[in-house]
């Protein structure tokens, strides 16, 4: 699908041939992985509209969601986005483990949960899915998963070392995460922000508003005790949304 770059050289741009090889594991921290954030809000800064996204953003905004699904080793996603957005099998289309495969990478990326409460949505498709691996981060008092058809490891912790830092940490040495992909929710975000987390953000501005003057925007929680400072790296347009890549500082 085409795209124009607006920054940092204007021009055409292929998602495919963007998104081939980002080399994102090659800036794994020795400590933890590489963390990108992947959001759609609307220009009025709302992540949801009738308390899903699937409104916000068209078909551009899919196909880069689902190119950059391709670039990291593992996704890390909050319980209830996972329940509301009824996550299946991450990488669906064939080519797209192919794109995966041709950088090294396993076809199917396992997703990442961490929760303090172990109250997982078993009833959503990515659990009933025999490709898909899920890294669960919980405490010792978390329910036994039920039987599914995909493949459930849990790592029970205590609930004071079960912190963000701490799963990522495991991720890297563990589960050789060098790469993950975040993709919400603001409950999520907003403490993997506090927690000092967060690489990059790529975030798509949709061309909407949803109105209203309270409403889930990008994060959730307490202020951080400083702002993040950004660095743009990349803009991209297509039919009036914007596609921003921005380094945390
Ligand atoms: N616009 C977008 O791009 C976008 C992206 C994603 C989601 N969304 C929307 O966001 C909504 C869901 O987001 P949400 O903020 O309500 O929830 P969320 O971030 O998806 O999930 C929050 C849950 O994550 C678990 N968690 C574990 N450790 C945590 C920690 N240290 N800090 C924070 N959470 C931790 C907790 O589960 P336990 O209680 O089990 O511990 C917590 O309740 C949905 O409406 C979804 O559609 C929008």
Do not use: K
């Not at 959001?39 to 899903?52: L, N, P, V």
């Not at 064939?94 to 997703?111: N, S, T, Y």
């Not at 400083?226 to 921005?246: C, I, K, N, P």
């Amino acid at each position: 699908m085409e795209f124009q770059r607006i920054h940092p050289t204007p021009g055409r741009v292929e998602s495919a041939e963007l998104y081939r090889d980002l080399a994102l594991a090659s800036r794994a921290h020795d400590e933890r992985p590489w963390l990108v954030t992947n959001f759609a809000t609307t220009a009025d800064g709302r992540a949801t509209i009738d308390g899903r996204t699937a409104a916000i953003g068209d078909d551009g905004d899919t196909e880069l969601f689902r190119r950059l699904r391709t670039q990291v080793d593992a996704l890390l996603v909050g319980t209830r986005t996972l329940a509301t957005e009824r996550y299946g099998r991450v990488v669906r289309r064939p080519e797209l483990r192919a794109v995966r495969e041709a950088i090294g990478l396993a076809p199917d990326p396992p997703v990442a949960i961490v929760s303090r409460s172990g109250v997982l949505p078993y009833e959503i498709p990515l659990f009933a899915d025999p490709d898909s691996t899920v890294l669960v981060f919980t405490t010792p008092a978390a329910p036994q998963p039920p039987p599914t058809a995909a493949t459930v490891r849990l790592t029970r912790l205590d609930p004071a070392a079960l912190t963000l830092t701490t799963a990522l940490r495991l991720l890297r040495s563990e589960h050789g995460v060098r790469a993950l992909l975040c993709e919400g929710g603001p409950t999520l975000l907003g403490s993997l922000l506090h927690e000092r987390l967060v690489d990059e953000l790529f975030l798509t501005i949709a061309p909407q508003l949803a109105g209203g003057g309270s409403g889930l925007t990008m994060t959730s929680g307490a202020p951080l005790p400083d702002a993040a400072d950004l660095e743009l790296v990349w803009a991209l347009e297509r039919r009036s949304s914007l596609y921003l890549r921005y380094a945390v500082r």
